[in-house]
């Protein structure tokens, strides 16, 4: 197993740097960039922005520059945002905290609720639960992210609640951990979790419902039954544990989904996250944020798929990776 | 075999899909919504009753007016009340109020306001509409332009997005998932890994990135043309993948070695004896792709880095609904959301009822 992850990590540093050319090819066509902005404002003269060009290397050639780049991206020197006036590390190292807590708890909430919905709308297949579910699935599929955001906003609004944007209310943002705390954060976090987590959930559930359908009427499940078993053994033990596995490869492929999600419910909930600081380093052109941002987006999705490849390994015992 | 024979022949392939597409209810509405909607986008201009530009600085944020019929107990011809704008003394919050004692009855085929363009047309002439004060179907935004008249004419940018992002996205994928299929070696190789390139950055965050090259001077029809070019830019490597899986077992066929053994040149090849084989697959793997760029667009222009004005488009709207206060004093901005949750839909219920009537193993 250790050799297919070694040569997962050897195939994973070609397409890195195809990534980062592109990367930061993308970011070289912008018009303008932060450096260029600075000359608005009358205080600042050219002469100190060329200074600052010629102190980060911005004066050299193009390819000069991305090496230079790469070089120290490799070291795990991201760069100096223009716009924080502080390197990017720490800048990215602060909302990395939330932005995690918020991606794997949304990922946990995802799989509780999906997976026994799946069954549940599998089993009762013309049921009026199921009914219902599906078209919640339906509606979750359909609908944009921000837009299932502006819906909850409105409807907390509109039923006289507060605890809309952000992760806390104002009067708990720099208190220390207390119990009121921990609930006011309750409070906030269920429209995140919804908004971030609603397609994704609605994606694997009618997987869930397909596998179950297809692995339900195969010849072993048949003779389960008919050898006396449990109905309850037959449903977990065969059923679910052989519907389940496909599920774990889709894991892997949701993640770009979920990464797009989380930014984007972000910058409309306004939550202490990576989202809302690319959008404004885009905005402002602050290229070595949005270089980092970028790659690391990217090598964290290939680390998801190659976790995602291991744990079908681990859960289907007809996969070997030697 | 001269003779053009009228009959339909009942065992062709295209005859059974078109059947047992029929038999799929959601299938069949979603495709009768879907021509409604391009419908409407056609006719915008006519069906809007007013320029999707004209600000009207009087009636700010004006809440949707409701249409009556019944006028002192009496069925009467449609009419509107005109709304009169009042300001709390205390907060200085405009609140808008009925006045029933001036109902404004609704016009149909009424000529008002600037011209707009149809098809070379200079016309005037909207559906419906009235000779004095306003109506305002779905209310007014910030500058008091008609809402249903920007979602209307909004929906020509939404829903060609897709269709013309999908169009040069497959013209890519076909074209270098064939070659790539076809020819393997270093070709192969090499396209494969661009591919993979673009498919392993998530995909709002380098959409995000791509679409602030759009320099902000550009004129808006520019602007919209380079937002189609960010999303295929995107969008052909997933297809380009899908169709050299389809390529490299098409390959083997007869047909193929035959052509190639009669010396086709293998471009000719790869569009005219493997694509055709390959049509019905792309066509659903298409339908099912154009939710995707309806969401991007509309995310792109909702972050305020897609469309811009005075163009419209569905995302653009929304995104006056985005800060808190307006969202809860103006609610009837959020009515875009529903062209784009109907659309997308849509095209989901539609792209699977094709899938399926496409699916030959679906007969046993």
């Known amino acids: 197993m250790w050799s297919f992850v070694f040569r997962r990590f050897l195939v994973a540093i070609p397409t890195l740097l195809l990534i980062s050319v592109l990367i930061f090819g ?3 066509l912008q018009p303008g960039g932060f450096l260029e902005n600075m000359l608005d404002d009358p205080r600042v003269s050219r002469e100190t922005v060329e200074t600052i060009r010629k102190q980060y290397g911005l004066d050299q050639p193009v390819w000069v520059q991305y090496l230079n780049w790469l070089k120290r991206f490799a070291q795990g020197d991201f760069g100096y945002s223009f716009l924080n006036n502080r390197p990017v590390a720490g800048l990215i190292w602060e909302r990395l905290g939330w932005t995690v807590f918020l991606a794997v708890l949304t990922i946990l909430t ?4 999906a997976i026994p919905l799946g069954i549940y709308t599998a089993l009762r297949r013309h049921g009026l639960g199921a009914t219902v579910v599906n078209l919640i699935g339906y509606f979750g599929l359909a609908t944009p992210d921000f837009l299932v955001a502006l819906l909850l906003i409105f409807a907390v609004l509109s039923s006289g609640g507060t605890n809309v944007g952000g992760l806390f209310s104002p009067q708990y943002i720099d208190a220390p951990w207390s119990w009121e705390k921990f609930k006011d954060m309750l409070a906030h976090l269920w429209i995140p979790l919804i908004v971030i987590g609603l397609d994704g959930t609605a994606s694997i559930m009618r997987q869930m419902r397909a596998n179950m359908l297809d692995v339900l009427t195969q010849d072993y499940i048949r003779t389960a039954r008919s050898k006396g078993l449990a109905e309850r053994v037959v449903l977990w033990k065969h059923a679910v544990r052989n519907a389940i596995n496909p599920l774990i490869s889709i894991a892997g492929l949701s993640l770009p989904n979920l990464i797009s999600s989380t930014i984007i419910a972000s910058i409309v909930l306004n939550l202490p996250t990576i989202g809302p600081f690319l959008y404004q380093s885009l905005l402002d052109k602050d290229q070595y944020v949005v270089m980092a941002l970028l790659m690391l987006s990217a090598i964290l999705l290939m680390i998801g798929n190659l976790l995602a490849d291991l744990a079908l390994a681990w859960a289907d015992p007809r996969i070997r990776y030697e | 075999m001269s003779r053009r024979t009228p009959r339909i022949d009942r065992n062709s392939p295209l005859y059974l899909a078109w059947r047992r597409f029929l038999k799929n209810k959601p299938g069949v509405i979603s495709a009768g919504v879907l021509a409604i909607l391009y419908l409407i986008a056609l006719f915008a201009g006519f069906l809007a009753p007013y320029n999707p530009t004209t600000q009207h600085p009087d009636a700010v944020y004006q809440p949707p007016q409701r249409v009556h019929i019944f ?3 009496r069925l009467v011809r449609p009419f509107v009340y005109q709304l009169v704008k009042k300001r709390d003394p205390v907060t200085f919050i405009a609140s808008y109020q009925e006045d029933t004692t001036r109902p404004t009855p609704i016009r149909f085929f009424i000529r008002q306001g ?12 909207h559906l419906f509409g009235v000779s004095e004060g306003y109506f305002f179907p779905l209310g007014t935004d910030q500058f008091g332009r008609d809402l249903l008249s920007r979602m209307l004419v909004g929906s020509q940018v939404s829903l060609t997005v897709g269709v013309i992002g999908v169009a040069i996205s497959f013209a890519i994928g076909i074209l270098l998932g064939g070659i790539s299929g076809y020819f393997g070696g270093w ?4 396209i494969q890994r661009t591919t993979e390139v673009l498919l392993s950055i998530p995909r709002l965050p380098i959409l995000m990135a791509l679409s602030t090259v759009i320099p902000a001077s550009w004129p808006s029809t520019y602007v919209y043309l380079g937002i189609i070019a960010v999303l295929s830019f995107i969008g052909w490597a997933g297809l380009a993948r899908v169709v050299r899986g389809q390529v490299l077992a098409a390959r083997e066929i007869d047909y193929v070695t035959a052509a190639r053994a009669i010396g086709a040149p293998n471009l000719w090849i790869i569009l005219r004896h493997i694509t055709p084989n390959l049509t019905s697959y792309l066509i659903v793997t298409a339908t099912l792709a154009l939710p995707g760029y309806i969401i991007g667009e509309s995310a792109l222009s909702f972050l305020g880095l897609g469309i811009k004005e ?10 006056d ?3 808190f206060q307006a969202l809860s004093l103006y609610p009837w901005l959020l009515a875009p959301g ?3 949750f109907v659309s997308v839909l849509a095209y989901n219920f539609f792209g699977d009822a094709l899938r399926d009537a496409a699916d030959v193993r679906s007969i046993d």
């Open chain 2, 71 to 73: 006028r002192e107990g």
């Open chain 1, 26 to 28: 993308v970011i070289q």
């Open chain 1, 110 to 113: 995802t799989w509780v609720v």
């Open chain 2, 187 to 190: 070709i192969d190789t090499v």
């Open chain 2, 321 to 323: 609904a985005q800060n």
């Open chain 2, 338 to 340: 529903v062209l784009i």
């Open chain 2, 114 to 125: 600037d011209p707009y363009s149809f098809f070379g047309i200079k016309t005037n002439l």
């Open chain 2, 310 to 319: 005075p163009m419209a488009s569905w995302g653009l709207l929304l995104k």
